[in-house]
């Protein structure tokens, strides 16, 4: 009995342990440039926990979670082309265009503290009344997932055409920047941001968790399967799919925002339609509805992007497209998923080996097993 | 079964009509039920039994006239509303969330606040988990409770939504086809069931399975093309005239045989 | 007077590109439901035909016929893109058929597949594609049937496309050392295609200036709509394929082959799209990218006109460019010089192209906050997801 309970006991909290050392150890094993590649990706797995709890638990398939992403960027773009700042000083780009003074919409991104609340809060607001607005109308589906793509692009021209206000197609570098005294591109802040993103992932996955977890996440999935019931039965759903939007939104921002340092530049591109497409099918192949197939898909799907790019640049799309191809067709559950479902058992049984049933006490534990075997005790009197 | 004047009616519908692009579904319907009562509600194929209970329920808002629920009208609250208001439903198929367990479906169902907050942060009130588990037992589903409800049988599913209905605590049920797809015997418990909530509850029954009708004993509404043709007990209603041309007269199935 | 007559004509040009890249997707989405994302690169691949075309008439036995090459190039890609829209129909739509969300992302796949397929095509990558189908398909003839019945078949099946796809890939790098051959035929940069020499010209009709092309892509769109409001509301096929859209089940029953009227529908669809991508082409240099320009719009114009009504997609597409145009070229300045200095900063602010497209797509999206079902709703039934 004591080996039942420390073995579950470990079963549970290896995961943890591993990732704890993990984080110690990559940033030792990893050179700088392939620790900031995992640091990058890590952060994407952020977003893609947003995207999942939207898609894979709500049924909402939003095209335009790169706006929120980039919002979030930009914040800290922002402040950190003013931090590096003497007093009276204009961030370099305005002097192409002939910008005098910091347009008013910056002035309060010199403060650190309004911009680590506006990380999250400002893509949060945005996506709260654009989600109040298409689901206050009931526009559900396609209809929803088009009008998302839509406002991304009317986001991203916004952001590509204002030169003097945001710099435009040229984005907003982090690079030279200080934090805390010490330059954002330097390999000792690099490592300190692949720890701040370790903690991070974690703790939106652990925010996901508990969101999905208990009677909160049984209504979201009730309403990915049926909201006019939920409707009937007192619900208002409405305020449901905004929150739950927002809360997208909110970890898109962080994720853009540690994406922006990792990567030293924010731009439009973050807002191209391509981009938060791509986002959607590292949730699908990692396996909707399963958090941390969420943030496998987006660390293992960026990092075979950037291996095929470095060997063959050409064949990426081919890959890319083909995945999704395969993902819808072959593996709706995604890679988790399949896993979950007994797929590898399905796979050796198929070459040959017999599969592992379950024995004494799974069997037993199972409910439906017990329900059949008192309904049958039952017909027996 | 005297409609006396001095209980005021629980639901009136007063003149509903509801135009689908110029089709009339509902043609100037009036209803009253009173608080208590169990009500039958029959009638062919298109007589607009379904769109009845969407414009109670605020699915449908009525082109002209009004819903009235304890004298106040609900016609434009929204459906959630509506639901809060007291007013439950089944639907025509049965209508579980398939990919949760019997008893989180009827977590969500139990009556208490359902906003977002209280389902983050909140338990459940040992009150609350004590009527989830009475109303296992009532339907029998108590060994299931652990089961995805999609892995559930149809009859079972048809108990379960019940079994949500009754976790709302509506005081008004509306209940469309409770029996189609049950076996003999759990439609005579269904039966038993509903007849065993009239009195506490007022409950509104659309049913096609005539025999399941007659064993209810309750009063009968006969709709015909959006209105009604005639009301009464089960025998005054089979020997109307105009019901039995409704129903075997025209070309509709012929239901109405028992 | 004449800036109503310029904007009129403008607005008209712009829209009437967008009229005829949207009404492949109006017949796609509005009668079957399907939102195909590769609709833009089937556009593309008319445009491409184009130039294909183009090239042949150029110089050799057919220079003679260049000045009409582009009236031959109209079917050709109607043609070309159907038949690709009609492969795509086949082999991934019809497996997805009442899951939009997934049809989405697969034909995004599709469309990603496509970009990439005409940046890198040459002689050695086509022959070793078409190797590799063939031997996928030929493949499983010329192995014993029995094999076909074990428990692992399943992975046999995946094993030999994998094996073709190898060998497809192999035959190709090892033909790609052959400099003939790697020579890819279109490249990633941009191809121009050079209008005959009368649709350069210009007609003047008072002070307003109507390029030839403009008005030949006009033309073009009214003969397209025409065309497809003839086939579906006269002749018999287009009688079905309004059958199955409002009632399945019952086409059905009727002796109505469903499957034939999806894979025709399809086909129409994406033909109209190549024979926007011939318009396009007219209107400057086309690259692999046509496609992502031109999606977001005709989705926009699908929606804002109202699912499956075509009325409502000229109506949207007309509009859209009109506005688009009267907001990108500021020329409310012109009309009324003498505007408050906050609305003439205001003006000037959206007069761009992008910007334009900022505040009409904003607008399109308010909207629908009161008209979520668009300008012309469908009475019915709408397409669920």
Known sequence: ???????????????????????????????????????????????????????????????????????????????LQLSALAPGELPEFFGLYGVKALPAFWQPFTSPLFTLLCIWVLPALVAGVLGYLVFRNRIKGVYFSILTQAALLVFFNFFNGQQKLINGTNGLKTDTARLFGELVGSDSMQRNLFWLTVLLVVGAYLLSRWLTRGRFGDALIAIRDDEPRLRFTGYNTTVYKTLVFAVAGAMAGVSGALYTVQSGIVSPQYMAVPFSIEMVIWVAVGGRGTLIGAVLGAVLINYAKSLVSEALPETWLFIQGGLFLLVVTALPDGLVGWWRRGGPGRLASMLGWPPRTATYPQLDLDPAVQAERSELEGGMK | MSHSTAVAPLLQLRGVSVSFDGFWALKDLDLALLPGELRAVIGPNGAGKTTFLDVITGKVRPTRGDVLFRGRSLVGIPEHRIARLGIGRKFQTPRVIENLTVGHNLDLAVKGSHGPLTLLFGRLSAQQRQRVQELLAVVGLERHVAQQAGSLSHGQKQWLEIAMLLAQDPELLLVDEPVAGLSDEETELTGKLLRSLAGDHTVLVIEHDMDFIRELQAPVTVLHEGHVLCEGSMDVVQNDPRVIEVYLGTETEGEFQS | MDLLYDTLFNGLAIGSVLVLAALGLAVVFGLMGVINMAHGELMMLGAYTTFVVQNLFKEGPLEALFPVYILIAIPVAFVVSGLAGLLLEKTVIRRLYGRPLETLLATWGVSLILQQFVRSVSSAFAIGLVVAVVLGLFLPRFTPADLWQRRWSPLLGVGTWVVSALVGIVLASALGGVRALDQPWFSARNIDVTAPQWLRGAVDLGALNMPTARLFIIALTALALGGVLWFLQKSV?????????????????????????????????????????????????????????????????????????????????????????????????????????????????????????????????????????????QKGRLVEA
């Open chain 1, 1 to 79: 009995m004591a080996d039942l309970v420390s073995s579950r006991h470990l079963r549970r909290s290896l995961p943890w342990l591993l990732i704890v050392i993990a984080a110690l150890v990559l940033p030792v094993l990893l050179p700088p440039f392939r620790l900031n590649l995992l640091g990058r990706f890590l952060s994407l797995g952020i977003v893609a926990l947003g995207i999942d709890l939207i898609w894979g638990f709500t049924g909402l398939l939003s095209l335009g979670q790169g706006i929120f992403f980039a919002l979030g960027g930009y914040a800290l773009g922002m402040h």
């Open chain 3, 237 to 377: 096929w287009g009688m079905r394929i309004r059958a199955v859209t409002q009632n399945r089940s019952m086409s059905d029953c009727l002796g109505i082959p469903t499957e034939t009227v999806d894979a025709l529908t399809f086909l129409v669809g994406s033909g109209l799209a190549g024979v926007a991508g011939v318009a396009v082409t007219l209107l400057g240099s086309v690259g692999p990218n046509l496609g992502g320009n031109y999606i977001v719009d005709c989705f926009m114009v699908v929606v804002l006109g109202g699912v499956g009504k075509l009325v409502g997609t000229v109506v949207a597409a007309l509009g859209i460019g009109v506005l688009s145009y009267i907001v990108g070229s500021g020329s409310l300045l012109l009309v009324w010089p003498a505007m408050p200095p906050a609305i003439n900063e205001l003006v000037t602010f959206f007069a761009t192209t992008s910007m334009a497209k900022v505040l009409v797509f904003a607008l399109i999206v308010v909207f629908l906050q009161f008209r979520p079902a668009g300008l012309f709703p």
